[in-house]
């Protein structure tokens, strides 16, 4: 199975992390790759990086997405991080 974490930037590198972080999570997909539309380069980190259209022709019945949204929040004179 294909792990595909959608945006390869700053929080999907974090989800990547995570994932080799805990060995027996890993282990779960045969391999990792990252889906961003708005990619700059094809490979981060090690891992290779599709558009939406790519993952869908490549990966149809084997791909597995999760998607994490991150955005921050201002808030009178705090922030908030909402992950």
Request: charged fraction near 15%.
């Amino acid at each position: 199975m294909v792990l595909g974490i959608y945006g390869s930037s700053g929080l999907g590198q974090e989800v990547l992390g995570l994932v080799y972080e805990n060995g027996s999570f890993s282990s779960r997909w045969d391999k990792k790759v990252f889906v961003d539309d708005s990619r700059k380069c094809s490979v981060v980190k090690g891992i290779q990086v599709y558009t939406f259209e790519e993952s869908l022709s490549n990966y149809t019945a084997n791909i597995s997405y999760h998607v994490y949204i991150s955005f921050l929040l201002s808030c009178f004179s705090c922030d908030i991080i909402l992950i």
